[in-house]
């Protein structure tokens, strides 16, 4: 059922996106001009880690927040994998991330772990993010080692 739900999450967030002209860059500038396949570099992914209760109850997802704190605003959930601003951009205790949504936050460090795929290497790993032909972002390619915090 796990992997069922990551999968699930994964869609449902790629499905979500808006074009890579849409969402802005953590220094606040627009990022623009990538063309279909081209990866958008400082990106990488990592899983999410979540208590199986979640699988029935999405409110048990790890919240994301619109800075790096428990104490700002609750921006949402996250579930499946993250990207992650790359080289890692951690600030007590929190990573900074890209939500599917193209809006940046930050997710505590404790709620992911090494992005695996597929899941049955168990080898850590990253992904490279790209434009897709309907013009949203989406995670392609697996890349070995390259995902350790």
């Not at 999450?9 to 860059?25: D, H, N, R, Y």
């Not at 990573?95 to 460090?109: C, D, K, Q, S, T």
């Not at 080898?123 to 995902?147: D, F, Q, R, V």
Request: charged fraction near 15%; hydrophobic fraction near 35%.
């Amino acid at each position: 059922m796990g992997k069922v739900l990551h999968l699930l999450f994964c869609a449902a967030a790629i499905s979500s996106v808006g074009t890579t002209a849409s969402f802005a860059a953590s220094n606040g500038e627009k990022i623009k001009g990538y063309t279909v396949g081209q990866a958008i570099p400082g990106y990488n992914c990592l899983d999410v880690v979540y208590p199986p209760e979640a699988e029935r109850n999405p409110s048990l997802l790890p919240p994301s927040f619109a800075e790096p704190s428990d104490k700002s605003r609750k921006i949402g959930a996250e579930g499946g994998l993250v990207f992650v601003v790359w080289p890692l951009h951690k600030v007590n205790g929190f990573i900074e991330i890209l939500r599917f949504n193209g809006e940046h936050g930050w997710i505590a460090a404790e709620n992911t772990k090494p992005y695996t795929y597929p899941k049955s290497t168990n080898e850590p790993g990253g992904c490279t993010i790209k434009m897709t032909a309907s013009g949203t972002i989406a995670s392609h390619g697996y890349t070995l080692n390259t995902g350790k915090q």
